[in-house]
């Protein structure tokens, strides 16, 4: 019985500091899980930076693609070259107004049919 009391008694002594070092244990683990997933964001949050630059970097060059592709000159260029297209001779436009035209406007515009 005697060894019973002293077994519980070193229990009882030691239970204190096994709880306090049990505590500062968590604690530490809390701690370090708690920058690992600090630094974790960190790297994640500045592969998403470089990611966005990057886009940016390609959305600017496609709207100066775009820009380029949409050049009146470009355009003039390509119409003469590729589609034989030629600017209108004199007499060749005919203006058509706005609105309702009577019928001998619209007879005289298709040649009287």
């Known amino acids: 019985m005697k060894a019973s009391l002293s077994l ?3 229990v009882l002594e030691l ?3 096994a709880l306090l070092c049990a505590l500062l244990a968590a604690f530490g683990v809390l701690h370090v899980t708690s920058r ?3 630094v974790r964001i960190g790297y994640e949050l500045s592969h ?3 990611k966005n630059r990057a886009l940016v970097r390609e959305h600017d060059r496609l709207k100066l693609e775009l820009a380029t592709l949409k050049s009146p000159h470009r355009l003039e260029k390509l119409s003469r070259e590729r ?3 030629s600017p ?3 007499g060749t436009v005919v203006p058509v107004r706005r609105g309702r035209q009577s019928e001998g406007t619209v ?3 298709s040649g009287g049919l």
């Open 8 to 10: 519980l008694s070193v």
């Open 107 to 109: 007879a005289a515009l």
């Open 36 to 38: 690992v997933m600090v």
């Open 83 to 85: 589609l034989g297209m």
């Open 88 to 90: 209108p001779g004199p």
């Open 15 to 17: 239970l204190p500091s």
């Open 48 to 50: 998403l930076e470089q």
